[in-house]
């Protein structure tokens, strides 16, 4: 990306721009490409190496300056060091149309892998191929946001092709032992019990009540809750597997 400069200002190559709208005006900082990213996840840390200059602009592509009084405005008595900061913690990054293409598309398949990974069939509790899952995507109308973890979308996108698709599908169930003193587990067996989905194994022993159940994932919390509250922590959960996956992959809580 080329920007255009003013014979007095450094000019700026390889831009990457962060952009935040506040106090009725747009402010703008500098980047070097693919480190802005690196600098919200805590990776760099010194901000030499992530602003191309420790200005701030009204117009990074224009080379303007923001003006004293505009930055007083919207941010008071700040440093420009700190409004840089403050700029690259919050604000936007602007991307071409190119790179915007290629990171969608890339968020779109890793939501796709995720969920292929956590749902199943719910006829046959087995793994639903990923283009199947990126056909039910389309036919639900999903779209990707920039800007967010695939992590962070998946749920949404789930309830989407449960509701707006044909694809039959759900979350594939946890494999988790409770294990729980027997002193405590009278009050809360049958709890424990009524969460799963499944019953796999239930021993009672001289010192310990244990159970291998199958649960949904969102009950996780629920017995988590309940180990904490009614057995006064002395009961815990072991996060096995998911129930369609193969042995060698583990949960995730």
């Known amino acids: 990306m080329r920007v255009n400069q003013p014979a007095n200002q450094i000019k700026l190559t390889n831009v990457a721009i962060v952009r935040l709208k506040k106090g009725g005006k747009r402010f703008e900082v500098a980047c070097y490409k693919n480190k ?111 800007g967010k973890s695939a992590k962070s979308q998946t749920s949404e996108c789930i309830k989407l092709i449960q509701t707006n698709s044909k694809l039959p599908i759900r979350r594939a169930r946890m494999r988790i032992k409770v294990i729980i003193p027997i002193a405590e587990s009278s009050a809360v067996k049958d709890k424990v019990l009524e969460s799963a989905d499944a019953v796999e194994e239930e021993i009672t022993g001289s010192a310990d009540w244990e159970a291998i159940l199958l649960i949904d994932p969102a009950q996780y919390r629920v017995l988590n809750d309940l180990m904490q509250h009614e057995t006064e922590g002395k009961g815990r959960i072991e996060t096995l597997l998911f129930a369609n996956v193969a042995s060698t992959s583990t949960a995730t809580a």
């Open 36 to 146: 802005i990213q690196e600098w919200r996840n805590g990776v760099e840390t010194d901000i030499d190496d992530v602003v191309q200059v420790n200005n701030v602009f009204v117009n990074v592509s224009k080379g303007e300056v923001a003006r004293s009084e505009d930055l007083k405005k919207a941010f008071g008595k700040a440093s420009t060091d700190a409004i840089v900061r403050e700029i690259l913690q919050r604000g936007e990054i602007q991307i071409g149309e190119k790179e915007r293409e290629h990171e969608l598309s890339t968020l779109w398949k890793e939501i796709a892998t995720l969920i292929s990974e956590k749902c199943v069939d719910p006829d046959t509790d087995r793994p639903i191929p990923v283009g199947m899952i990126e056909k039910a995507m389309h036919e639900a109308g999903f779209s990707v946001k920039s």
